[in-house]
C-alpha cells in the first residue's frame, strides 16, 4: 500500500509540473517519514551519500568532454572529413549524420549532447541536400540516441553504479549492439536516398579528403584513446572520463585553436546544467531506493517470481512493455534508477546475463530519447530546427519503428551483447 501511495504522490507532482527529481524526494520523504523511523537528518543524510561513488565523476567529465568538442572545433573537422569521403555518396549526407553521432557518441557518452552538436552542423547540410526537413529532424534525433549506447555511456555508468557490477563490461557490452545499430541506421538511409532520389553533396578532390583527413585526426583519436585505455586496464573509466577532458581541451586550444576565452562560461554553464540535473535525481533516487529496501520490496518481487513460472522472455516483454510507457514521461536516468533495483532480483532468479539487460534497458532509454512527450533529444531538434514538437515526432515516427526492432534483436540474441566482455575479455 505505502508502494502504492509512493507512486502516485510522485506521479501526481510530476502531473503539475513538479520537476522529476523533485518529484522522486518529495513522495519518498513524504512516504518515508509517514511510515518508518527514519529522520528528516537520516534521510538528508542518505541523499549526500549517494554522489560519494568516484565512478560517478565519469558523468561531468564525459559531459564537459563532448560540450568543449562542440565549441572547440573537434565536432566541425570530423563532419568535414565524412563529408568529403562519404558526402557525394547515394545518402551520403545521411550517413555522414549517422557515423558522426557515432564518432561523437564515444566521447560525450549523452544523447542530447550528440543530437544538439551534430544537428547543428548537419541540419542546415541536409536541408540544402534536398531532404525533407521532417526527415533531416527525426534522423538527427534518432542518430543522436547512439550517445547512451555506443561506449561510454552515462546511462550504462548510471546502470553499473546502480547493479554494482563492472562499469567496463558494459561498456565492452554496448560496443557491439551500437555499432550493429549505426549500420542498421545508415543501411535505411541509403535505402531511403536512393528511392527518393535524395541530393548529395558535391564529390571532393583527393587533395581535399587528405587535408580534412589530416585535419580531423587529433579529434577522431579521441574515442580510440578513451575505448583504449580502459580495455587494455590501463584506465579506470572514471580515469578516463578525466583523461579525455584534458584531451579535447589540449587539442581545441593547441591544435584547432579554437577554443576562446569568452566560450568558458558558456561551456561551464551548459555541463553544470546537465550533470547538476543527473546528480539531483541520483541522490532523490536514493531515497526511494531506501523506501524499497525499508519495505523489502526487492525480496517480495524475488519470491513472486519465485511462486510464478515467469520465462526470461515474457520478462523482456513485460520490462520492455514498462520501459516504453515509462519513457514516455520519464528520462533515461530517473527511471534506470527507479526500476533497476526492483528488477534485480529477477533478472538474477531467471539467469539473464546482467550485460544482456543493460544493452536492453539502454535501447528502451534510446527510445525514451524520442518519444513523446518528454524525448529530450525532440526538445534539442525542435529548438534547434525552431518547428514545432509535433514536426519532429512525425520524422522520428520510422526510427522509433527501427529501434523497436533492433531491441528484439538483441533480446534474442544475446551474444551481440555478451561476445565482447565473455568471450575477448574473459568476463
Known sequence: METVVLFLIFVGLFLINVPIAISLAIAALVVLAATTDFTLYMMAQRM??????PPLLAIPAFVFAGVVMSYGGISKYLIACLKAWFGHLPGGLAVVTIAACSIFAAISGSSPATAAAIGAIMLPALIEGGYPKRYAMGLIAAAGTLGILIPPSVTMVIFGITAEVSIGDLFMGGLLPGIFLALILIAI????????????APKATWDERVKTTVKAIPGGLLPFFILGSIYAGVVTPTEAAVLSVFYTVAVSIFIYKELKLSSVRQILRESINISSMIYLIISAAMLFSLFLTAKQVPQSVAAWIADNTLNKYLFFALTNLMFFVMGTFLEAVSITLITLPLLLPIIYALDIDIVQFAVVMTVNMELAMIT???????????????????????GVLPFILVLVLALILFVLWPGISTYIPRELMHR
Not at 549526500?48 to 561513488?53: G, H, K
Not at 538511409?189 to 548529395?200: H, I, P, Q, S
Not at 518528454?374 to 534539442?380: D, I, K, Q
Open 48 to 53: 549526500f551519500a549517494a554522489l560519494l561513488s
Open 189 to 200: 538511409a541509403v535505402l531511403n536516398a536512393l528511392k527518393n532520389n535524395y541530393g548529395r
Open 372 to 394: 513523446p512527450p518528454v524525448g529530450l533529444n525532440l526538445f534539442v531538434v525542435s529548438a534547434m530546427a525552431r518547428e514545432k514538437l509535433e514536426e519532429v515526432v512525425r
